[in-house]
């Protein structure tokens, strides 16, 4: 067990040091975690709406976050390219997440396209039936990604390594909340990149 939360503490600080220099990114990072903590809250009552939740707000807000806000020149902090930083990231890097993402965005389109979904779900009768076969789907595709990533790093790495980042990322929302739960307040200071992760290197 000790071996186990020492790698999900390494992942977590790489994680951090590598890719959330930007308080406009730990900001949207808070706004995500605070959605997505909400969406596991309805997942017990309407997994549906949760699904929704989850995409349109928390993974917009982080994925946006990553891809607009944070710095992808050289890493003096931590003396790596963004190509050396893509390279050994455990999750998704940006490449698996543009992947990830252009699923996301073609799901409502194939519901549009195949009414029903080749026979998954009656035809929608209306627009809330439309948009709930959406949520059904994104929330397959959330469950999906986050079970092949972990069954893909068993292969490529270990089990535990595996384990541990599912652990990871089922946690980030609440980690993320006591992380940066000050990122706003910085960046309306005028702080744009975090001076911290450079003195806890």
Do not use: C
């Amino acid at each position: 067990m000790k071996d186990f939360l020492r790698t999900l503490e390494v992942q977590r600080w790489d994680d951090h040091r590598y890719y959330h220099h930007s308080r406009i990114n730990q900001t949207l990072h808070l706004i995500s975690a605070i959605s997505f903590v909400v969406a596991y809250a309805l997942l017990w009552t309407d997994p549906v709406l949760a699904a929704l939740i989850a995409w349109l707000v928390s993974m917009t807000s982080r994925q946006a976050g990553h891809f607009f806000f944070e710095p992808k020149g050289y890493d003096v902090v931590n003396q790596a390219t963004h190509e050396h930083k893509e390279e050994i990231k455990v999750g998704y890097n940006l490449r698996r997440k543009v992947v990830l993402m252009a699923l996301w965005a073609g799901t409502p389109l194939l519901v549009w396209l195949a009414p029903g979904v080749f026979g998954l779900f009656p035809p929608p009768a209306d627009a809330e039936a439309f948009i709930r076969q959406v949520g059904t789907l994104w929330l397959a595709l959330g469950v999906g990604g986050l079970l092949f990533r972990t069954v893909h790093l068993f292969f490529l790495q270990d089990v535990q390594t595996g384990l541990v980042w599912m652990t990871k990322i089922l946690t980030d929302p609440f980690h993320d909340i006591k992380l940066y739960h000050k990122a706003p307040l910085h960046l309306l200071r005028g702080q744009l990149i975090d001076p911290g992760i450079g003195h806890r290197h």
